[in-house]
């Protein structure tokens, strides 16, 4: 089949697309700027330049790549690791969720594309109430912290588009918190951070967390692109945690200290609160269904595992 991937050289992108040539498709990698042009022909691909937010250029790099299928990985997270103003952070990645996924679905419409598979995420927009353990029917926090309102509304916004797109099946892939080499929740400045003591374990660390491999996210995709009924799938490892549990054992696995106990009140005054409902009252994500209907299973089962062989690689 010919796939397009808007996104191609993110995180999932990267990954997803030498699997997507492996398995013998034809890949399209869509990227904003021409210097990235050579990794996506490395990577195994057809590069196709275009910005996501420019409705034209979307539609002409989608019509004449005429793909079976699109695949939506664009975001602006790199870099990303303070989130005490979370409303700045994910700005740009909010307008890809609400104006670039609208641009995409109008061009994959228009190019009669058959199946679009678009990134999501699974945590802290579950409805703070309940079980820790959310499956995909269940409900999305009506009233997040203000700092986090308009990243839920274009995450909405986002799996209303894709999963009602006419003439084509929608599949939302709702990721846990990515990490892997130099990725994510294991970045270098992440990891410097918790050394210096300035992750510290927020009130009771009662938030709980779903986490995966960025490998694992990939191979979900694949997945998806080739199987499974529209709809929306929470992709997450097999164990999820609370915070007053992965926190103190990533510090240990980093070689620093256990983090320090801050009361709420104080951390959100200093960090917002936003940060204080993810430490404290978030829920994680059960992948009962994306194992039942994609036939998918995460490689790195555990985060803890997983957390450790990576560090030990990146020493």
């Known amino acids: 089949m010919r796939v397009l991937v808007a996104g191609a050289t993110g995180v999932v992108g990267r990954h997803l697309v030498p699997l997507l040539a492996a398995a013998g498709h034809s890949v399209v990698g869509l990227t904003r700027t021409a210097a990235k042009a050579a990794v996506i022909r490395e990577l195994g691909a057809e590069p196709a330049?275009?910005?996501?937010?420019?409705?034209?250029?979307?539609?002409?790099?989608?019509?004449?790549?005429?793909?079976?299928?699109?695949?939506?990985?664009?975001?602006?997270?790199?870099?990303?690791?303070?989130?005490?103003?979370?409303?700045?952070?994910?700005?740009?990645?909010d307008r890809l969720r609400t104006e670039g996924t609208d641009h995409l679905v109008a061009a994959a419409t228009a190019a009669g594309v058959r199946r679009i598979v678009a990134q999501s995420y699974c945590g802290w927009p579950y409805a703070r109430t309940g079980g820790p353990i959310k499956s995909e029917s269940d409900p999305l926090d009506p009233s997040p912290p203000r700092a986090q309102r308009r990243t839920l509304a274009a995450i909405?916004?986002?799996?209303?588009?894709?999963?009602?797109?006419?003439?084509?099946?929608?599949?939302?892939?709702?990721?846990?918190?990515?990490?892997?080499?130099?990725?994510?929740?294991?970045?270098p400045a992440v990891l410097d951070e918790i050394r210096r003591g300035r992750l510290p374990l927020i009130g009771d660390g009662g938030g709980w967390w779903s986490f995966l491999h960025v490998e694992d996210a990939a191979a979900a995709t694949l997945a998806a692109v080739e199987r499974g009924a529209a709809g929306i799938y929470n992709i997450v490892d097999d164990e999820p945690v609370a915070t007053r549990e992965w926190l103190p054992a990533l510090a240990q696995m980093a070689g620093a200290r256990p983090p320090r106990r801050v009361p709420a009140f104080v951390a959100r005054l200093l960090a917002g609160a936003a940060v204080v409902a993810m430490m404290t009252e978030s829920r994680a994500g059960s992948n009962a269904k994306a194992k039942r209907a994609l036939g998918w299973q995460p490689r790195h089962a555990s985060w803890r595992q997983g957390f450790a062989d990576v560090i030990a690689a990146q020493r």
């Open 156 to 187: 909405r916004h986002l799996e209303t588009a894709v999963t009602g797109a006419a003439g084509m099946t929608g599949i939302v892939l709702r990721y846990g918190t990515f990490y892997g080499p130099n990725t994510g929740m294991l970045l």
């Open 49 to 93: 330049i275009a910005d996501g937010l420019d409705r034209a250029a979307i539609h002409r790099a989608v019509v004449q790549a005429r793909p079976e299928i699109v695949v939506h990985e664009m975001t602006a997270l790199t870099g990303v690791t303070d989130l005490r103003r979370f409303d700045r952070a994910f700005a740009v990645t």
